[in-house]
């Protein structure tokens, strides 16, 4: 198991990851660069370390292609791949560790730690932390394919519309047809990401009518 990271500043996470979406991209994440951003306490540079282990920058601190992604409009989605990503371990353990207890999140750390009860709690708030700032579905939300696939679509078996013969005796038309589509959205979804839901559907059930037309 990975030595998981923490910070003290957990409260703090929230602030810097704004910062990574809304100000330039610098050469690299130093205890420099984070003063300019406001971020002058002795113990914020422990959120380098964070930000290090799920990717938004590399062992020598510069900015990773996740960090130009995160800037994007699906930043929730890219930081839940980079969470997953970093994380792995716990994840592979506990699929929904997104949604896990503090009391199962805080046993599985302290197996990988030599850490004491303050260090565990910070590990646990700190991966708490960036969970509330993550969303942990597909980041292509235009992927309807992927998107109403598995739990979240549970598509109801098309139904037959009765037909009677014609009144000429010639044969009947085509049978109707009738299909219903069933969506279960996750209590976790942005508003944003069932906008792009509704907006994939519509794409995808009436795009051929409106080129015919």
Same mark, same amino acid.
């Given at each position: 198991?990975?030595?998981?990271? %923490?910070?003290?500043?957990?409260?703090?996470?929230?602030?810097?990851?704004?910062?990574?979406?809304?100000?330039?991209?610098?050469?690299?994440?130093?205890?420099?660069?984070?003063?300019?951003?406001?971020?002058?306490?002795?113990?914020?540079?422990?959120?380098?370390?964070?930000?290090?282990?799920?990717?938004?920058?590399?062992?020598?601190?510069?900015?990773?292609?996740?960090?130009?992604?995160?800037?994007?409009?699906?930043?929730?989605?890219? @930081?839940?791949? #980079?969470?997953?990503?970093?994380?792995?371990?716990?994840? #592979?353990? %506990?699929?929904?560790?997104?949604?896990?207890? #503090?009391?199962?999140?805080?046993?599985?750390?302290?197996?990988?730690?030599?850490?004491?009860?303050?260090?565990?709690?910070?590990?646990?708030?700190?991966?708490?932390?960036?969970?509330?700032? #993550?969303?942990?579905?597909?980041?292509?939300?235009?992927?309807?394919?992927? @998107?109403?696939?598995?739990?979240?679509?549970?598509?109801?078996?098309?139904?037959?519309?009765?037909?009677?013969?014609?009144?000429?005796?010639?044969?009947?038309?085509?049978?109707?047809?009738?299909?219903?589509?069933?969506?279960?959205?996750?209590?976790?979804?942005?508003?944003?990401?069932?906008?792009?839901?509704?907006?994939?559907?519509?794409?995808?059930? %009436?795009?051929?009518?409106?080129?015919?037309?």
């Amino acid at each position: 198991m990975p030595t998981y990271p %923490y910070t003290p500043v957990t409260g703090k996470l929230k602030g810097l990851l704004q910062k990574v979406r809304t100000t330039g991209i610098p050469p690299k994440l130093t205890t420099a660069h984070l003063k300019t951003l406001g971020f002058t306490s002795s113990n914020d540079p422990s959120m380098i370390n964070v930000l290090k282990f799920i990717g938004l920058v590399d062992s020598s601190t510069i900015p990773t292609s996740l960090w130009s992604e995160y800037r994007g409009q699906n930043h929730r989605a890219v @930081l839940g791949k #980079a969470i997953k990503q970093g994380y792995s371990d716990l994840f #592979a353990l %506990y699929p929904d560790a997104n949604a896990q207890s #503090a009391a199962v999140l805080t046993h599985v750390f302290s197996t990988s730690s030599t850490g004491g009860e303050q260090v565990i709690r910070q590990t646990v708030q700190t991966f708490k932390s960036l969970v509330e700032e #993550a969303d942990f579905l597909p980041a292509d939300a235009n992927d309807l394919n992927v @998107l109403l696939t598995g739990p979240l679509h549970t598509p109801a078996a098309p139904s037959m519309a009765p037909v009677s013969p014609s009144a000429n005796g010639g044969s009947p038309p085509h049978p109707a047809v009738h299909i219903d589509i069933q969506i279960h959205i996750s209590p976790e979804s942005s508003a944003e990401q069932i906008d792009k839901i509704f907006e994939s559907m519509a794409k995808h059930l %009436y795009g051929s009518k409106s080129e015919q037309s």
